[in-house]
């Protein structure tokens, strides 16, 4: 008996403790955030040329200049989950296999820059931000975003450079 009252003790102060934890940054596979009440389009051009340096560079096959943009990018970050995108990519462009490393953190960091970007859309085309094209590669299953009417890939690189296709933001098809 006093070990199911133990339990139940332990089991009641877990509860209340996941009831108090602060609420996840991220939004449920699947959902996209809402709408940032705080958009700064200005900061948010900032990141996304800082994204699209390290998007340039992981196309090129190379990191240089890469920790350096994704720092840009944690420092100006709207939410954690693209300040964690930017500290994962800044990590792996200064460990030992920086190139593989980083491209496999890039889709993390590239996919919190497309739902921040996608939710807020319409305001930042309506602040005059210069938005990227959004693309897909179906080899490494992810996206990205980039300048340019040529696709650049930043997954595969020279092996495979123009492997991808440009996707409408799903705003742009609403409409």
Not at 66 to 95: K, L
Not at 117 to 127: C, D, F, I, R
Request: hydrophobic fraction near 40%; proline fraction near 6%; charged fraction near 20%.
């Amino acid at each position: 008996m006093t070990h199911l009252v133990f339990v139940l003790a332990l089991f009641m102060a877990g509860s209340a403790v996941a009831q108090t934890a602060a609420p996840q940054v991220e939004a449920p596979k699947g959902m996209r955030p809402a709408p940032d009440p705080n958009l700064d389009a200005d900061k948010w051009q900032k990141n996304l040329d800082a994204y699209l340096r390290i998007q340039k560079a992981l196309a090129k096959d190379h990191v240089k200049g890469v920790a350096e943009a994704a720092s840009i990018i944690v420092t100006n970050a709207p939410n954690g989950v693209v300040r964690r995108g930017g500290e994962r990519v800044r990590s792996a462009a200064a460990g030992k296999e920086a190139l593989a490393d980083t491209r496999e953190q890039f889709k993390g960091l590239s996919q919190a820059v497309i739902d921040y970007t996608g939710a807020n859309y319409a305001a930042l085309v309506k602040a005059g931000a210069r938005l990227p094209r959004k693309a897909y590669c179906p080899m490494a299953e992810a996206s990205w975003v980039q300048g340019g009417s040529t696709i650049a890939n930043p997954y595969y690189g020279s092996g495979m450079l123009t492997c991808g296709e440009f996707q409408p933001w799903e705003e742009k098809q609403k409409k």
